[in-house]
C-alpha cells in the first residue's frame, strides 16, 4: 500500500512567508512544496528531521532558515553550510537567493545522496555537496563570504576553523538556542553582532560574527 505524501498548499506556503515578512515568488514557492515532498519521502527511510508535520517543518525549516537572507542581507557570494543534514539552512538559502554560490558540507553518505536528489529535482544550479568532515576541508570552498551552521555544537573547534587561512571566511551566521549564546559570544576571535531573535520563536537566535582582521587577533588571548 502507497503512502500519500501530503504537503501544504501553495496558499499556505505562500502565508507562511508572509508571516516571516519574505517574499513568495512562485518559482520558489514551487521549489518549496517540491523540497518538502521529496524532504517526506525520504525521511521514511532516514532520518533527516525529528519533525515530521508538514506545517512545522515549513516553518522552521524554510521559514527560518530564509529569514536569514533579508535579516542580514544575504544576496551573492560564497556559503557553506556545515551539517548540512537535510539541507538547513544552505539549501534553503539557495532557493531564496539563487545567485549565491554554496557548498553543503556533510559527512553522512545517505543524507549526501538525498541533499544530491534536491539538487537534481530543484534544478539549483550553483549548488553543491562535499561529502566530508568539515575538518578535513579547505581549499575546496576558499574564499568564503558565509559559514553557516544550524544545530551544529562543537562551537569553539567549528569557530576556529571558520577563521583559519585555508577557510578564510569573512562571515559566520549561526541558528542557536538562547541557552548557546553566552558561550559563544565568549569567543573573542569574532566580533558578534546583536543576536536577531527568530520570528514565532521564543528561544531560537540568528547569530552572526564578523572575522577581526589580523591585527586584531594579535591582542587576544588563545582559545582554552
Not at 51 to 65: G, K, V
Amino acid at each position: 500500500m502507497t503512502t500519500t505524501i501530503s504537503v501544504p498548499s501553495v496558499a499556505v506556503i505562500r502565508r507562511a512567508l508572509t508571516e516571516f515578512s519574505l517574499p513568495a515568488y512562485d518559482d520558489q514557492v514551487l521549489q518549496i512544496q517540491q523540497y518538502i515532498k521529496i524532504l517526506l519521502t525520504w525521511n521514511e527511510k532516514i532520518n533527516l528531521t525529528a519533525i515530521r508535520d508538514p506545517l512545522e517543518i515549513l516553518h522552521r525549516h524554510f521559514c527560518e532558515c530564509m529569514y536569514a537572507a533579508d535579516a542580514i542581507s544575504l544576496e551573492k557570494g560564497r556559503l557553506a553550510d556545515v551539517g548540512s543534514g537535510g539541507g538547513f539552512p544552505g539549501l534553503a538559502l539557495k532557493i531564496i537567493r539563487p545567485g549565491l554560490q554554496v557548498f553543503l558540507v556533510e559527512s553522512n553518505i545517505k543524507k549526501v545522496t538525498f541533499l544530491a536528489e534536491v539538487i537534481r529535482e530543484l534544478g539549483l544550479n550553483g549548488a553543491q555537496v562535499l561529502a566530508r568532515r568539515y575538518e578535513e576541508l579547505g581549499e575546496e570552498m576558499a574564499p568564503l563570504e558565509y559559514i553557516c551552521s544550524r544545530a551544529l555544537g562543537e562551537f569553539p573547534g567549528f569557530l576556529e576553523w571558520a577563521r583559519s587561512e585555508q577557510i578564510a571566511a569573512k562571515q559566520v551566521i549561526l541558528w542557536i538556542g538562547a541557552r548557546d549564546l553566552d558561550e559563544i559570544q565568549k569567543i573573542s576571535t569574532w566580533d558578534w553582532q546583536e543576536p536577531i531573535p527568530v520570528p514565532h520563536s521564543l528561544r531560537r537566535l540568528l547569530l552572526v560574527g564578523n572575522k577581526k582582521s589580523s591585527s586584531a587577533d594579535t591582542s587576544l588571548p588563545p582559545i582554552v
